[in-house]
């Protein structure tokens, strides 16, 4: 039984590091360098306690490497999933509109907080309202679902964007 438990503890620590792994280089890319360092700091030494555990008497027990192995997987889903959910950055939303109705969506957009900027634009066949919105990341679902609420007629985009610098409603770095 203590086996199925040092097995159980390789599997969950692993997973940590490795969330703890995507975390790093998320907070990095997002420009969070001091954040992303300590992080590290604390995964390296996760990952050499781990790896020197899992190492010692391989040949006798091989099946560590396979619950390594599955941790280091199970840790990529549950780190891409809680990077998801936390939302850390920012995202720009493009919303490109029919003209009839674009007030009433602009009106609501902002009614709820958001800042934008629009403009006149020309589809391939007949004038187009384009909506171009800077939010945090964690707040993009809802905007877009107040957008799909509004109208089923729109075109809508996002894009992660690196910190951004002033704006209605975003921090000044």
């Known amino acids: 039984m203590d086996i199925l438990w040092f097995y159980l503890l390789i599997f969950i620590v692993k997973i940590g590091e490795v969330s703890l792994s995507t975390t790093r280089i998320v907070l990095i890319t997002?420009?969070?360098k001091l954040i992303g360092a300590i992080i590290g700091f604390f995964e390296v030494v996760i990952w050499i306690m781990l790896a020197s555990t899992v190492l010692t008497n391989i040949s006798d027990d091989p099946l560590k490497v396979i619950v390594y192995a599955f941790g280091f997987a199970v840790g990529n889903y549950v780190g891409s999933t809680l990077e998801k959910k936390i939302g850390l950055g920012n995202s720009r939303i493009e919303v490109i509109l029919n003209?009839?109705?674009?007030q009433t969506i602009i009106n609501s957009i902002r009614d709820h907080g958001y800042g934008l900027t629009?403009?006149?634009g020309k589809g391939?066949?007949?004038n187009r309202v384009i909506i171009i919105m800077n939010v945090r990341r964690?707040?993009?679902?809802s905007?877009?679902?107040?957008?799909k609420s509004?109208?089923?007629d729109a075109v809508i985009t996002i894009n992660?964007?690196?910190p951004i610098y002033g704006g209605y409603g975003m921090a000044r770095k």
Do not use: H
């Open 30 to 32: 997002k420009g969070e």
């Open 99 to 102: 003209p009839e109705c674009s």
């Open 118 to 120: 629009e403009i006149e």
């Open 124 to 126: 391939a066949y007949s």
């Open 138 to 141: 964690n707040n993009s679902d």
């Open 143 to 147: 905007l877009i679902n107040l957008v």
């Open 150 to 152: 509004l109208t089923t």
């Open 160 to 162: 992660e964007i690196k």
